[in-house]
């Protein structure tokens, strides 16, 4: 049961193989060799894990944003980002220079009742000072509109890659990840990009470029002295500005943890709402909602408190080093060696430097987070699939569908019996079907034809081809799956049967539909074909979405028809009508097929009767009846259930 209910959650994933994006389609040439071991950043349990708990520096992450915004796809943008630059270093120069010209606009004003300056002239300075004041705060916003669009297709081409990479992964990958937790990382890393753009390029690098200018200033203008005082003070706020944040970025990642297991919770809950309630499970759920919140709560709580502790901190440096600035201009005032507008201009100076630093902890802050996030989500990329393709490999077109098991050996790791050798041929068109208990290993099989795994020992073959040797995504467009429980996008009738082929004209999804007995109920609806079929297609019965899987796989029109279960989570009524389209469905096909009702594997040219991994029986149903062995006990066993049911109705 485990292995057939594993194998309806990936039915969607076998769909997008065969609707592979750019990205997707890259990344298996970036690990084309063969994986008999796992590589360094294969998808290991060990590995998955290391994405949550990897650290990235700043100069890392600086590099690899540089990386990005060279790529080809952001060209157009770099002409953009030279401009963007040079308003900010015009920017930082006019927040030095508007002081200064204020400055002598009060030392002009003074002076104007001793007769050695006219009011013109202190007009001219105030004016000029204003308006260059607002040139240095306007220029930052004209920079921002314009760089607004070139961090928008940043993240986008960052976010693409991490999706289509994640798409490429093996199913292994995806066992061992929780799809909120998955989705977090792609976020947060876009986000990531955003901010280290920002905090970095426009707003810590210019504050430094107008302490340098400022200091310059100071000393030349005015004393040197006040010069070494705005250095140090600004020193000392960041040095301990970072002191103390990278305590807070230590409990920002511990919130962060919380954050990602509270989420997860929330989707896996939200998600999976009808196991829920048909458990009656909703107060523990909402409890176990409450626990992870609450360990959030607590860690939130944490880092807000070192906030405070941080804002106190730099408040204190900021106000000394102020007071130590204006009382030195004081003194120099007394002493006839300053004006009074010079203080002005020494108070202003300084206040602008401060500006930006008042966010400096926080800005450092998100700067290491997002160093952390964006090593994340490169860590996802730089992980690679299990099952890749070979360099060589080769294209399937025109598949007949001759399938070969040979001696085909393989055991998962999670599990403690897997399959052993696994003989058989089927001729093209043929079906062959695989019955036994729970456990047996029947969808391990199909798995290993889909090559979600590689084999342990010995070969799988397609038309004559080792499938290791052929390209993943032609081997999955020559194999359709109906799984159990089809499942299906929150989308129209339409899109999801047309998934498979998103250009099939009407006449061929009308066809799809007809051959899978779904026409006359689509014809019958409101909306017809513009119906939506809800969250994984609950709007609609167990039969109506096994006949839209059916519908999709026809579309597909695969040479392999590989059948999972497909009706024994129906009742008899259902499973007759689903039956019959699926006999349509295959029709000139080769058929592989797993059943637990043995009544709908009787027309088999072969069943294989498995046990623990291994072919105990094989034959026709005749023949098997014959032999009176393991087939003919679950036969006799099942009739016995049947006449039960019978008698009860």
Request: charged share 20%; proline share 2%; net charge neutral.
């Amino acid at each position: 049961m485990a292995e057939r209910t594993f194998l309806t959650h990936i039915t969607v994933m076998i769909s997008v193989d065969k609707n592979t994006t750019p990205a997707a389609k890259a990344a298996p040439k970036q690990a084309a060799k063969p994986t008999a071991k796992p590589a360094a950043h294969s998808e290991t349990a060990k590995d998955v894990d290391n994405i949550e708990s990897a650290d990235g520096g700043i100069g890392l992450s600086i590099a690899r944003i540089m990386q990005l915004l060279m790529r080809p796809e952001l060209k157009k943008w770099r002409p953009t980002a030279v401009i963007a630059v040079l308003l900010t270093l015009v920017s930082s120069c006019l927040e030095v220079l508007s002081p200064l010209l204020i400055g002598d606009a009060i030392n002009t004003v003074s002076e104007i009742n001793t007769g050695n300056a006219t009011l013109t002239g202190a007009l001219f300075y105030l004016s000029a000072g204003i308006a260059i004041r607002f040139a240095a705060a306007g220029l930052p916003q004209l920079r921002d509109m314009m760089f607004a669009p070139i961090s928008q297709d940043a993240q986008r081409v960052a976010c693409v890659d991490a999706f289509g990479h994640a798409q490429s992964m093996s199913l292994n990958f995806h066992q061992t990840r929780r799809t909120g937790a998955l989705n977090r990382i792609i976020e947060r890393g876009a986000s990531a990009i955003d901010y280290l753009i920002r905090f970095l390029a426009f707003n810590i690098g210019p504050t430094f470029v107008r302490l340098i200018l400022a200091a310059v200033a100071l000393g030349i203008a005015f004393d040197i002295r006040l010069s070494l005082i705005a250095v140090v003070a600004v020193a000392l706020y960041v040095v301990a500005t970072v002191i103390i944040t990278e305590w807070r970025v230590r409990q920002r990642r511990r919130m962060n943890e919380a954050d990602t297991g509270w989420r997860a919770i929330s989707v896996d809950t939200l998600t999976n709402f009808e196991t829920v309630k048909a458990f009656a499970a909703e107060r523990r759920e909402t409890q176990r909602y409450s626990d992870a919140m609450a360990i959030y709560n607590d860690r939130y709580v944490d880092a807000v408190r070192s906030m405070y502790l941080l804002n106190f901190v730099q408040a204190f440096i900021m106000n000394a080093g102020l007071f130590a600035v204006l009382a030195l201009s004081t003194w120099n005032y007394i002493e006839g060696r300053m004006q009074i507008g010079d203080l002005t201009a020494v108070m202003l100076m300084l206040l602008s430097l401060y500006a930006p630093l008042n966010i400096l902890g926080w800005a450092w802050r998100e700067i290491k987070q997002g160093a952390v996030d964006l090593e994340k989500l490169y860590g996802l990329l730089q992980m690679k699939a299990e099952i890749a393709d070979r360099e060589d490999s080769v294209v399937l077109h025109h598949p007949r569908g001759d399938v070969a098991f040979e001696d085909v050996s393989f055991r998962h790791g999670a599990r403690s019996v897997g399959v052993q050798q696994v003989d058989f041929k089927l001729m093209a068109g043929r079906k062959i079907a695989f019955v036994g208990t729970s456990g047996a290993g029947k969808s391990t099989v199909l798995k290993l034809l889909f090559r979600f795994y590689d084999v342990d020992g010995g070969r799988i073959m397609i038309d004559g081809h080792d499938i290791r040797d052929i390209t993943q995504e032609s081997l999955r467009q020559s194999l359709g799956l109906v799984p159990q429980d089809v499942v299906l996008f929150n989308d129209t009738i339409r899109n999801n049967i047309c998934y498979a082929i998103p250009d099939a004209d009407d006449a061929a999804l009308e066809d799809a539909a007809r051959r899978a007995q779904l026409l006359d109920f689509v014809k019958s609806l409101p909306d017809g074909w513009d119906t939506h079929v809800g969250e994984r297609g609950l709007k609609l019965s167990g039969g109506e979405k096994q006949r839209v899987g059916i519908a999709r796989v026809i579309l597909a029109n695969p040479a392999i028809l590989v059948l999972d279960e497909a009706t024994s989570a129906l009742d008899s009524a259902t499973e007759a009508a689903v039956q019959g389209a699926l006999d349509e469905a295959a029709k000139g096909r080769t058929t592989l097929m797993v059943a637990h009702r043995l009544s709908t594997v009787q027309n088999a040219d072969e069943i294989v009767v498995m046990q623990a991994g291994a072919i105990v029986e094989r034959g026709s149903h005749q023949e098997l009846l014959a032999k009176q062995g393991k087939y003919a006990e679950m036969w006799s066993q099942q009739a016995k259930r049947d006449e039960l049911v019978h008698a009860a109705e």
